[in-house]
């Protein structure tokens, strides 16, 4: 049979069996992808991305990283001084350029550091700086390359731990020299200015986020007032208002799950400052106690998602991990509510929640302090 049969033949038929066969929605090849697929949701109505792997209520740039420090810091080399009618020991502070209260250690003075005239007073030496509107603890200890609990060792800081504005605080010596190395992690191409080498080598943590996160306080300026709102997004320059008093006791923050990582140090020799609780992903985090959002975000990579929340008395928790923040920086939290959903973020190797309660600046085992289960 030659062709032009063939086509004759054929034709009809092929016209049939296209009309039983059901039609679909073209969909284009996939594309071809070179590097690693993002596993990650797309964020939920409201929510945003905030890594690859956490989102979160929209919020403000961490005040550490809106208001940058200059490290400026004057040597003030250690001196005598006389003290003249009129003098405060604020007014001193300015005169000599080191710090009110460094001036008091130095010379066994306590509250409300009365001084009198003709009195001697040990000035002692080091680096002060002072202290402008909007800084914090972390940036100030980033500028100069040291961490932050030296400098609040030096300056013998207690809670609140909120800075003011004209203050002056002592920096100590820096652990790791600015002309060092940085760590290979991170590259330090030739000319990386000195300012640069230092604010790399700085590790932000969780004791950090706990004494150093808040901006410092105007004369007559006052934290903001907590709110149960999660719309109001606190501007970096706005630092929250602790509880006054902690009133209760701590529930645990997620319904179920064992603790498969217990405080302290581990077998390797590692210490965790809190429990690590394993459950689903998507579980609820529950507020452990009342308290008000005293950060949620990313900055501490090892724990992936954060809620920190402070219960007055000097009581904060924290929650790493997540996946999800449902809260904002400033709200205030009851006891029970959900405050963001578990996931396995930052360094877990399953899906877990890091859970720590914190004293002041010593991390306290949670097991001791939660109900036990029944």
Same mark, same amino acid.
């Given at each position: 049979m030659d062709r032009g049969i063939w086509i004759t033949v054929l034709l009809p038929l092929l016209a049939t069996t296209a009309g039983c066969i059901p039609r679909q929605a073209y969909r284009p090849p996939a594309p071809q992808v070179s590097g690693p697929i993002d596993p990650a949701p797309l964020p939920e109505p409201g929510f945003e991305r905030q890594d690859?792997?956490?989102?979160?209520?929209?919020?403000?740039?961490?005040?550490?990283?809106?208001?940058?420090?200059?490290?400026?810091?004057?040597?003030?080399?250690?001196?005598?001084?006389?003290?003249?009618?009129?003098?405060?020991?604020?007014?001193?502070?300015? *005169?000599?350029?080191?710090?009110?209260?460094?001036?008091?250690?130095?010379?066994?003075?306590?509250?409300?550091?009365?001084?009198?005239?003709?009195? @001697?007073?040990?000035?002692?030496?080091?680096?002060?700086?002072?202290? *402008?509107?909007?800084?914090?603890?972390?940036?100030?200890?980033?500028?100069?390359?040291?961490?932050?609990?030296?400098?609040?060792?030096?300056?013998?800081?207690?809670?609140?731990?909120?800075?003011?504005?004209?203050?002056?605080?002592?920096?100590?010596?820096?652990?790791?020299?600015?002309?060092?190395?940085?760590?290979?992690?991170?590259?330090?191409?030739?000319?990386?200015?000195a300012s640069v080498r230092r604010q790399a080598a700085f590790e932000l943590d969780i004791d950090s986020l706990v004494t150093g996160g808040e901006p410092a306080l105007g004369p007559a300026e006052k934290p903001a007032a907590a709110t149960a709102s999660s719309a109001r997004i606190l501007p970096p320059s706005a630092a929250v208002a602790d509880t006054a008093r902690f009133n209760g006791r701590f529930d645990w923050p997620v319904e179920a799950g064992a603790i498969v990582k217990r405080f302290g140090p581990g077998a390797s020799g590692e210490r965790l400052d809190g429990v690590k609780i394993g459950?689903?992903?998507? @579980?609820?985090?529950?507020?452990?106690?009342?308290?008000?959002?005293?950060?949620?975000?990313?900055?501490?990579? @090892?724990?992936?998602?954060?809620?920190?929340? *402070?219960?007055?008395?000097?009581?904060?928790?924290?929650?790493?991990?997540?996946?999800?923040?449902?809260?904002?920086?400033?709200?205030?939290? *009851?006891?029970?509510?959900?405050?963001?959903? @578990?996931?396995?973020?930052?360094?877990?190797d399953r899906p877990q929640l890091h859970f720590e309660l914190r004293k002041g600046r010593d991390p306290v085992d949670p097991a001791k302090q939660l109900p036990s289960r029944k």
């Open positions: 690859a792997d956490v989102v979160a209520l929209p919020t403000a740039t961490p005040a550490w990283e809106a208001r940058p420090v200059v490290a400026d810091a004057r040597t003030v080399a250690g001196s005598r001084y006389t003290v003249a009618p009129g003098d405060t020991l604020r007014s001193i502070a300015v *005169k000599t350029g080191a710090g009110s209260e460094a001036i008091a250690r130095a010379n066994g003075l306590s509250q409300p550091y009365t001084i009198r005239r003709g009195q @001697t007073l040990t000035i002692p030496a080091g680096r002060y700086h002072r202290v *402008k509107a909007g800084e914090t603890g972390i940036a100030i200890a980033r500028a100069y390359g040291v961490p932050w609990r030296d400098v609040l060792a030096a300056n013998a800081l207690e809670p609140p731990y909120l800075l003011r504005v004209d203050q002056r605080i002592l920096i100590p010596d820096a652990a790791t020299p600015i002309t060092a190395p940085l760590p290979a992690r991170v590259p330090a191409p030739a000319g990386t200015p459950v689903p992903a998507g @579980t609820p985090i529950r507020a452990t106690a009342d308290g008000v959002v005293a950060y949620t975000g990313t900055s501490v990579a @090892t724990l992936g998602g954060i809620i920190m929340v *402070k219960h007055g008395s000097e009581w904060t928790s924290v929650y790493g991990h997540a996946s999800r923040l449902s809260v904002q920086r400033g709200q205030a939290v *009851k006891r029970g509510q959900i405050i963001g959903y @578990t996931g396995s973020t930052g360094q877990a």
